[in-house]
């Protein structure tokens, strides 16, 4: 009973400062499962400034830039373009049920209070970086400057062998708090990760992270950069605010994909859940296919595309929603994305762009044998499953994100839904200022030349067309 009666203030906490889009906040800790000591002596000195106020009103609250006490200041909420609460009523009788199992839920906020919040202060960060050696110096710059700041930074094993710790000074001297990142037993010690990359940088943390993903500062060094929105010129000042924790956050949803061989489909029922964490080349045991009917997940950033890989033969799948057959598919493929994705491969296939924070799935034929059939956007959490047709001539191909490359035989399924383990990535400015810019200056949308003015002196306007009428007269006169 004591140890229920002291979480009491921090699951209120954990509740206030909840930022969820389309599943639980990834990055943030649990405070409902256990009550350490060291939690409640980091959150005892900002739970006594949050304060529920009204409906449309709450206190949005940041760490300090310096030791002084954080000062709590009232935000007003902009109105949301989701659902109601669920605390609405409609009309004098009717309302929403509750819902008595909170597992499974998918919470969607309003967007403009999703801001990062530091329960402590990040010591561990991870960097990643695109390969090859034009991220080299920044890479090395930024890694000496935490290193400076006594903080963790951990980088992947080829990294570390890469760099020399030995012949240079400064690393030399600071070489202490530099690990390499074991997938296995640092997992749920990073903080924070840094990118130094294009998007296939933030494509690479999210195979890495199949479930809980700490919060995502990416800089653009790539050849695309769209979900890459920082200058690496102003690192510092970005790394301060970060820390600080004074930024907004936009919460990528994922896809689970689960797939399911249908000729042991009994004993796959039974077998355990595998999280794949498996690299580009598929070689790390959790993303093979196993020959004991085990079921593969992998969490999807992008997309899940089904085609026909190298036969000449169309593909036949059968698409289910919620266990209800809609409609069969016969093309190339099937895209099954995310909002992140819809301005990836499924835009080139022809659909919607979608905002992130939009709950939907994006659901976009690959060259379709039937002229109607047009993308459709799904609401998030609905289950997709879509089998290989007993019909088909030959087998079909899945990849998830470009990667973890899959065959399905005839009968084989594949389960897709919204995870509850999202991205949070790090705005610029906000989540929609961030969005209409890289639609703007990469995609280059709705660019086109500037359609000239009309006078507006009709005077002016009337004596240049008689001016006109007057030349076209006396032209022939002159000639003759």
């Known amino acids: ?245 004074n930024v907004a956050v936009l919460l990528r949803s994922r896809l689970r994909c689960s797939i399911v061989k249908g000729l042991k489909r009994q004993s796959s029922s039974a077998a355990s859940f595998l999280s794949a964490s498996s690299d580009e080349t598929g070689s790390d045991e959790t993303g093979k296919e196993s020959s004991s009917g085990e079921k593969i997940s992998h969490l999807a950033l992008n997309e899940v595309v089904i085609d026909r890989g190298p036969n000449s033969y169309l593909s036949n799948l059968d698409l289910y929603i919620n266990d209800r057959f809609i409609t069969k598919v016969q093309g190339d493929g099937l895209i099954v994305s995310t909002t992140t994705g819809s301005t990836a491969y499924a835009m080139a296939a022809g659909s919607s762009m979608v905002h992130p924070n939009v709950p939907a799935i994006v659901i976009c034929p690959i060259c379709p044998h039937s002229l109607s059939f047009r993308p459709i956007v799904v609401p998030a959490g609905i289950e997709l499953k879509i089998t290989v047709s007993e019909e088909t001539r030959l087998t079909a191909w899945l990849s998830v994100d470009g990667r973890n490359r899959h065959e399905l035989q005839q009968q084989d399924y594949v389960h897709i839904t919204t995870s509850v383990y999202p991205v949070p990535s790090i705005c610029r400015f906000d989540q929609l200022g961030d969005w209409f810019e890289s639609l703007a200056d990469i995609l280059h949308w709705n660019l086109r030349k500037a359609q000239g003015r009309i006078d507006s002196n009709p005077s002016a306007q009337r004596d240049a067309q008689l001016l006109r009428d007057e030349k076209k007269d006396s032209s022939p006169s002159e000639n003759s």
């Open 1 to 245: 009973m004591n140890d229920k009666n002291n979480c009491s203030p921090q699951k209120t906490f954990n509740h206030q400062r909840r930022t969820v889009s389309v599943g639980d906040a990834s990055g943030q800790l649990d405070l409902d499962d256990e009550c350490p000591s060291f939690h409640e002596n980091q959150t005892s000195k900002y739970i006594r400034s949050i304060s529920q106020i009204n409906e449309d009103d709450y206190i949005c609250t940041t760490l300090p830039r310096t030791g002084n006490t954080p000062i709590a200041k009232t935000c007003r909420r902009a109105h949301s373009a989701f659902a109601p609460s669920p605390k609405s009523n409609f009309g004098p009788k009717a309302t929403l049920k509750k819902v008595q199992d909170n597992d499974q839920l998918i919470v969607i906020q309003d967007p403009s209070s999703q801001r990062l919040h530091w329960i402590a202060p990040p010591t561990n960060i991870l960097i990643i970086r695109k390969p090859g050696p034009q991220t080299m110096p920044e890479f090395r710059e930024l890694l000496l400057k935490l290193l400076k700041r006594r903080l963790n930074v951990y980088i992947e094993l080829s990294e570390q062998m890469h760099l020399p710790f030995a012949t240079d000074p400064e690393l030399k001297a600071h070489g202490e708090r530099c690990h390499a990142f074991d997938h296995e037993n640092d997992f749920f010690k990073i903080d924070l990760i840094i990118c130094l990359g294009g998007d296939g940088t933030l494509l690479h943390v999210s195979n890495m992270f199949q479930k809980s993903c700490p919060p995502v500062l990416s800089f653009s060094m790539g050849s695309l950069g769209f979900l890459t929105p920082f200058d690496y010129k102003n690192h510092e000042k970005i790394l301060n605010e970060v820390v600080s924790g």
